[in-house]
């Protein structure tokens, strides 16, 4: 009687956290006139939006979403 592990919400579970110390980094909007895919580097899944940012890493440019780029911006104020 095996109990069934439910998956968490993918919200916050799978989060590609890797970069976050990067937080304060610099971030470029990038606003598209109409609804595009991208890759968010930090959902580490396809989103739809007319909003993408490039966030200057230590890695290279990465792609974030509006929601990502909102958390690292919280995450970078309260250091
Ligand atoms: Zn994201």
Redesign the pocket.
């Known amino acids: 009687m095996g109990k069934i592990k439910k998956k968490k919400a993918k919200d916050w579970v799978d989060k590609n956290k890797s970069l976050d110390v990067e937080a304060g980094a610099s971030r470029a909007a990038v606003i598209e006139p109409k609804s595009v895919a991208f890759h968010?580097f930090?959902?580490d899944c396809t989103?739809h939006a007319k909003r993408q940012f490039v966030w200057k890493t230590s890695q290279g440019d990465k792609l974030?979403?509006n929601?990502?780029h909102g958390l690292l911006t919280s995450l970078a104020r309260s250091r």
Request: with cysteine.
């Open positions: 968010c930090r959902c989103k974030v979403c929601g990502c």
